[in-house]
């Protein structure tokens, strides 16, 4: 599967496997991808934690904004951000 089928299927709402509760909001995913991007996300939802259990991660401290960016550049490869949030993205 490509990542363009991938995030097609993001996009549609299929067969989303886990949620990120960031600055209020919940974003739903594929755990698979998360895993697959992030370090962090990988320890949390495939290393044992209580949250591969839930496939529930809640991230405190970061704009919903900024994750949603993240998220976009997970399935898309690229995403924008508004310049004030360079900063809080790149961290």
Not at 34 to 46: E, R, T
Not at 57 to 81: K, R, S
């Amino acid at each position: 599967m490509t990542m363009a089928a991938m995030a097609q299927l993001w996009r549609e709402g299929v067969i989303l496997d886990c949620e990120v509760h960031v600055d209020g909001r919940c974003f739903e995913a594929h755990r698979l991808v998360l895993v697959a991007a992030s370090a962090y996300m990988k320890g949390a939802l495939a290393g044992g934690l209580a949250e591969s259990a839930t496939a529930t991660v809640t991230l405190d401290g970061m704009p919903a904004a900024v994750f949603e960016a993240l998220l976009a550049w997970c399935y898309d490869g690229h995403t924008t951000v508004e310049e004030a949030l360079l900063p809080e993205l790149l961290q």
